[in-house]
């Protein structure tokens, strides 16, 4: 099934590893096949991942950037999905942390991430955090 990206003018997203830019109208991107991408808003920074949920979405989300180097950037996720998941008592956020993991043994990274931005959400709501400028809710892929 095909992928529709609309882009804003200018906007930046990332398809298999290259980042690429929209020029200076809006534009649509179909994908044909698939792809690894995501949009500026959801790429994080390494140093951006400075709360629990965000140690666990990064590394995942380099998994999805680079599957052929996942295996790179695996046990940084594991240790850190288990560092949270011993932290909270949340059996919601608990199904999700285990629907994470089952979804990244599965090589499914983007279904992965889409839960981890639940698990960013619950951790601002409970901590109170502020995260402007860190990629929150949405997303393509």
């Known amino acids: 099934m095909p992928l529709k990206l609309s882009l804003k003018p200018g906007e930046k997203f990332v398809l298999n590893g ?3 830019q929209n020029g200076d109208r809006r534009g649509v991107l179909i994908l044909q096949n698939k792809a690894s991408v995501l949009r500026e808003k959801d790429i994080m920074q390494a140093e951006n991942a400075i709360t629990p949920a965000r140690r666990i ?4 989300m380099m998994m999805y950037l680079d599957e ?5 950037f695996y046990d940084e996720f594991v240790r850190r999905l288990n560092e949270f998941m ?3 008592r949340n059996p919601e ?3 999700d942390c285990v629907a994470i993991s089952k979804h ?3 090589r499914e990274y983007y279904k992965a991430l889409m839960l981890c931005r639940k698990l960013m959400d619950y951790e601002d709501e409970r901590l109170g955090n502020v995260t402007a400028g860190l990629p929150k809710g949405g997303g393509a892929g």
């Open 18 to 20: 290259a980042v690429v």
């Open 57 to 60: 979405y990064f590394p995942v």
């Open 68 to 72: 052929a180097g996942a295996s790179k």
């Open 86 to 88: 011993n932290a909270i």
């Open 93 to 95: 956020m608990q199904a």
């Open 104 to 106: 990244a043994m599965a």
